[in-house]
């Protein structure tokens, strides 16, 4: 059975804060990696992609792969009461079958 | 653009009734997707079609059928509805060309309450 593993949380941190946010996957020849963000009754809205080692920013946004250690983060910067969100890990292995991990809740107290 | 779209929004059923979930979408993708989301599972995929006139299963396919009716449309079909279907299912689509091209955008999903 392929996963997509996620801390469930609640994570919570101040605002202005860095956020960080973690996923292990089992499937080896996973190529393509995803963050989603989910707002409550809403659906995911994809954030940032990244398919080669190492990092890869976007704003506030940056994203970490490790394929050795099978690992993905997402770190948000200067962390907002708006960025309060379950947040979607997502692995694609050669093809179309995406598998989402259960996603981890993020609270911002401002 | 619309993006991706579905009908209904809500739907109540009996057990044993079927229904059609029905999805859209203006990007011109080749892919789409059905997944279901239950609470602390994520998201699973239930059938995609990777081109228009191809579908394939996904991780729980049973009780579901699925149409590609064209590039656009992507319809899921619940024939014999029961309580375990009970779930929030969302419409997805992707470009769909190759590795590297499946990022996913999702519609607004339908809350489906099955009696």
């Known amino acids: 059975q392929k996963e997509v593993e996620q801390n469930s949380g609640p994570l919570s941190v101040p605002e202005g804060a860095i956020a960080s946010l973690n996923c292990t996957y089992s499937?080896?020849?996973?190529?393509?990696f995803f963050w989603y963000r989910q707002y409550s009754g809403k659906s995911p809205e994809l954030i940032m992609f990244?398919?080669?080692?190492g990092d890869k920013e976007d704003g506030r946004f940056t994203a970490q792969l490790n394929k050795a250690s099978q690992y993905v983060s997402l770190l948000i910067r200067d962390s907002q009461p708006s960025d309060s969100a379950t947040y979607l890990c997502?692995?694609?292995?050669?093809?179309?079958?995406?598998?989402f991990g259960a996603g981890t809740r993020l609270f911002v107290k401002a | 653009n619309a993006g991706v779209t579905q009908t209904p929004k809500f739907q109540v059923l009996k057990t044993g009734q079927s229904m059609t979930l029905q999805c859209a979408q203006d990007?011109?993708?080749?892919?789409m997707y059905w997944y279901r989301q239950d609470p602390g599972m994520g998201l699973r995929l239930i059938y995609y079609?990777?081109?228009?006139?191809?579908?394939d299963k996904g991780e729980v396919p049973n009780g579901y059928n699925v149409s590609r009716l064209n590039k656009r449309e992507f319809s899921l079909r619940l024939e014999s509805a029961a309580p375990s279907q009970t779930s929030v299912y969302f419409c997805?689509?992707?470009?769909?060309?190759?590795?590297?091209?499946?990022?996913?955008?999702f519609g607004p999903g339908t809350r489906l309450t099955v009696l």
């Open positions: 997805a689509s992707s470009e769909g060309l190759g590795q590297g091209a499946n990022e996913q955008f």
């Open positions: 499937d080896r020849g996973s190529q393509s």
């Open positions: 990244i398919y080669s080692n």
């Open positions: 997502a692995a694609t292995t050669g093809g179309f079958k995406t598998i």
């Open positions: 990007m011109n993708h080749n892919s």
């Open positions: 079609s990777a081109s228009e006139g191809t579908t």
